[in-house]
């Protein structure tokens, strides 16, 4: 086999090296031509390696209550939950408000007709201010909707706010009447759903 002088010395050089061996000159051509290919293609970003101890040292930190991808939908669905709870509570003490027999679900059980007028004022107040604005306070906190007159919302005010419903289900479920002791139910399933909120804002 015959070389032509190329312009390059180093060229030449290879050339009359391997110009016995054109196995040896094939082979210097492809590994040439693997380097050149290696050092033009993009860095592409390699899959982060998780090795099982890994997985088991930060077990703790991955667990569903604080998994970051699952976040923001589960706490809107709990600050939904428990508005849509608090919402059922209001529309019972606006029914008691307006003359609907208590049934001895309310109020400690005492009354089965129509409450007296300090409680039926009572429940109106309740129903009508005091847990719409608790639902606004619990949906503001979650970012549900977009409200920023209202004061204390964060992880302080939720955690308040789940006490004061742990204390309202210890109250239901201490009462005489059985009915009563069924909103301890709802009054569970709402303090849950805020102490959720509250761990996860």
């Known amino acids: 086999a015959s070389y032509e002088p190329h312009h390059d010395p180093g060229f030449n050089e290879l050339a009359v090296r391997y110009k016995d061996h054109p196995t040896g000159w094939t082979r210097?051509?492809?590994s040439q031509t693997r380097r050149t290919l290696k050092a033009t293609e993009p860095d592409?970003?390699?899959p982060p390696q998780v090795?099982?101890?890994h997985l088991c040292r930060t077990w703790p930190r991955r667990t569903w209550l604080?998994?970051?991808?699952?976040?923001f939908p589960l706490v809107e669905t709990a600050a939904i939950i428990a508005a849509a709870l608090m919402g059922v509570v209001a529309v019972f003490q606006i029914a008691l408000t307006l003359g609907a027999p208590a049934r001895y679900a309310a109020w400690g059980g005492w009354h089965e007709g129509t409450l007296p007028t300090r409680l039926r004022v009572a429940s109106g107040f309740a129903g009508f201010l005091v847990y719409p604005a608790l639902m606004v306070f619990v949906l503001a906190t979650a970012r549900v909707v977009e409200v920023t007159w209202v004061p204390g919302t964060g992880k302080v005010g939720m955690w308040i706010l789940t006490g004061v419903?742990?204390?309202?289900t210890l109250a239901?479920?201490?009462s005489r009447s059985r009915r009563e002791r069924y909103w301890g139910v709802v009054s569970l399933a709402i303090a849950i759903c805020c102490a959720f909120v509250a761990i996860q804002v």
């Open 51 to 53: 090795s099982i101890r």
């Open 172 to 174: 239901n479920f201490a």
């Open 44 to 46: 592409v970003p390699q």
């Open 165 to 168: 419903f742990v204390l309202g």
């Open 28 to 30: 210097h051509i492809e």
């Open 66 to 71: 604080s998994a970051p991808l699952l976040r």
